[in-house]
């Protein structure tokens, strides 16, 4: 696939759109997810503003640094027809931008803009009420197309490539920080630009969810949780859980893996359109609450992915939004045991026109290495 396959043309009308039918007169997206889905640009995050500025009626344009310029032409932004607007060293382009927009009631902020860029913002349009650009790209963004769709399978592959590689790594004796640099190697080397995040969580550091790494050595006999994923070079992301065991593992850990596996398996399952992301959650909790492990399933079964590991929807108690082709969405029940160990399994799961479909498929049952 290519770029103009992920980030196609068409996408900038659909956002122009949107945002009309928002009611908001135009958004400004700054470096970083919302400005990327919509441009294809992966901009640099730097105190001199870069921002696509699209209107919700007339032409959209970017304004970049001088010294940007030349990166700017050379992404698939190019592509859109844009106004390129580069600004010199002792030009202010927030007045620049406040100018060209004329008087606007309400503007859609890029959701990850830096507080300096919206608050400059802010005293160039006192008049103007700011609000989220997610409140208009999430529709779009959640509802990935086949291409979309293809790019997060080749993540997911990619990711299982390393899952395969870690026994090689895995053993009694290392520390988890040096399994960890291990891994994020063989991320790169399977096809990421950029390794997201590695956690090597062993024995009781398997109950924390969000470990990362640390100088523990890895004993005989102990489980491990690997949570690993980056990005690929195409923008999409890739996130995936297994876990390990240096050896026969303890009988209390054996006994509520198995409930663990059952529950994400049952939440996987309850994956069709027209089902809320609350059912799926509760497919996986019910399993787990039922076998008396319900106080140690401590956050939500899953997230959105795409250009963000991290995106809607969200699949958690209280979300009646109703699943629809092309939602993707991580399935990662969990059970963890304050002191002892833990244990996620983590797939990474596209809604299709009938059912769900995982996109990591490396064995979910426990290695024991």
């Given amino acids: 696939m290519t770029s103009s396959d992920l980030y196609p043309v068409s996408r900038l009308a659909a956002v122009q759109e949107a945002t009309a039918k928002a009611g908001i007169d135009a958004l400004l997206l700054t470096p970083g997810p919302d400005l990327r889905y919509v441009s294809g640009y992966d901009a640099k995050p730097l105190e001199r503003l870069t921002c696509l500025v699209v209107p919700a009626a007339g032409e959209a344009y970017m304004l ?15 592509r859109l027809g844009l106004e390129f607007v580069a600004w010199d060293e002792t030009d202010d382009p927030y007045r620049i931008a406040a100018d060209r927009l004329g008087p606007v009631a309400t503007v859609g902020l890029a959701d990850r803009m830096w507080a300096m860029s919206s608050l400059r913002f802010r005293d160039v349009l006192p008049d103007t009420r700011q ?18 769709v293809a790019a997060l399978r080749e993540a997911g592959e990619a990711i299982d490539a390393v899952h395969r590689q870690v026994p090689e790594f895995l053993r009694a004796g290392r520390t988890e920080r040096e399994v960890s640099r291990d891994i994020a190697e063989a991320i790169l080397a399977a096809g990421h630009a950029t390794v997201d995040f590695v956690i090597v969580a062993s024995g009781p550091n398997g109950a924390s969810p969000h470990h990362d790494v640390s100088d523990r050595v890895i004993q005989a006999g102990e489980p491990v949780v690997v949570d690993i994923g980056g990005q690929l070079h195409n923008g999409y992301c890739s ?12 009988a209390e850990y054996a006994a509520y893996f198995e409930v663990l596996r059952q529950a994400q398996e049952a939440a996987c399952a309850a994956v069709r359109p027209g089902v809320s992301c609350e059912s799926i959650d509760a497919a996986a909790r ?8 319900g106080e140690y399933f401590v956050h939500r079964t899953g997230h959105g992915i795409g250009i963000e590991t991290h995106e809607e929807p969200y699949i958690v108690s209280g979300n009646t939004e109703a699943m629809e082709p092309g939602f ?6 969990g059970i963890y045991l304050p002191g002892r160990h833990g244990a996620r399994i983590e797939d990474i799961v596209v809604c299709g026109d009938n059912e ?6 490396t064995p979910r049952e426990l290695v024991i290495i």
Avoid: H, Q
């Fill in 286 to 293: 019910d399993v787990i609450a039922e076998a008396g492990y």
């Fill in 356 to 361: 769900g479909e995982r996109l990591n498929l």
């Fill in 64 to 78: 970049v640094p001088r010294l940007e310029l030349p990166a700017a032409e050379a992404s698939p932004a190019s």
């Fill in 328 to 333: 993707a969405f991580s399935v990662e029940p």
């Fill in 239 to 250: 996130d995936s859980t297994r876990n390990y065991c240096v050896g026969e593992p303890p």
């Fill in 131 to 148: 609000v989220l650009a997610g409140s208009v790209l999430r529709e779009l963004r959640m509802r990935k197309s086949a291409v979309e």
